[in-house]
């Protein structure tokens, strides 16, 4: 069973960083892609950025250059680094792993921009 578990979130002003994390464990071997997506009041959940198997990254346009996704293999740990904030960045935040073409989600995390 695949268990992941977000941390992080919280609120910051626009231009402040946060970094969120979400803790995985071996039960992740095998994955097709980890990645992190958001879902804002009234809208679709949406990809924020993803890491392939192979280590290619995708980043949703809206993101690129200020979010950074990465991963510390030995702490079973994906990273989504956010800089340069913007409150349309306002969202709950997903973590997510599709393995053998099962897709498990994290409870989300919580993250506002505003000042």
């Known amino acids: 069973q695949v268990q992941l578990v977000e941390s992080g979130g919280g609120l910051v002003q626009p231009g402040g960083s946060l970094t969120l994390s979400c803790a995985t464990s071996?039960?992740?071997?095998?994955?097709?892609?980890l990645g992190w997506y958001r879902q804002a009041p009234g809208m679709e959940r949406e990809l924020v950025a993803s890491?392939?198997?192979?280590?290619?990254?995708n980043y949703a346009d809206s993101v690129k250059g200020r979010f950074t996704i990465y991963r510390d293999v030995v702490k079973y740990t994906v990273y989504l680094q956010m800089n340069s904030l913007k409150p349309e960045d306002t969202a709950v935040y997903y973590c997510?792993?599709?393995?053998?073409?099962?897709?498990?989600w994290g409870q989300g995390t919580q993250v506002t921009v505003s000042s």
């Open positions: 997510h792993v599709e393995k053998f073409g099962n897709h498990y």
């Open positions: 890491i392939a198997v192979g280590g290619d990254r």
């Open positions: 071996r039960s992740i071997f095998g994955f097709r892609t």
